[in-house]
């Protein structure tokens, strides 16, 4: 029987899971997560159907919002960024976003 297949010395789960969500922590706080699940609540119907959030970077203590979209709606939805903001900044009570910037998204 070929014994290199098996563990030794077995490691519980709840060990392991700080150890792949800490990175995940660290990068975006959990922020980027949230305006993603609630992206339908946060913004009008018209506005979260033509766009989704895509990342969120810091950037010189300026947290900036990647918002993909066709390119059809890159010009229209830049007019309606400092509302955008304004409606997920309100949505979490605090300033999460300072900055949204646009990104031509891939799929037609």
């Known amino acids: 029987m070929n014994r290199k297949n098996y563990i030794k010395n ?7 899971l700080p ?12 922020s ?5 699940i609630n ?3 946060i913004l009008t119907p018209e506005l979260s159907s033509r766009c989704f ?3 969120l970077k810091k950037i010189n203590n300026s947290k900036i919002l990647i918002i993909t979209t066709n390119e059809r709606n890159i010009l229209e939805l830049s007019y309606s960024s400092d509302e955008i903001k304004m409606q997920i900044n309100e949505f979490f009570k605090t300033t999460v976003i300072n900055e949204i910037k646009f990104k031509k998204s891939l799929q037609n």
């Open 39 to 41: 992206w339908e609540k």
């Open 10 to 16: 077995p490691v519980k789960i709840a060990t392991l």
């Open 53 to 55: 959030a895509y990342s």
């Open 19 to 30: 150890k792949v969500f800490k990175p995940l922590k660290k990068k975006n706080d959990g």
């Open 32 to 36: 980027l997560l949230e305006i993603k």
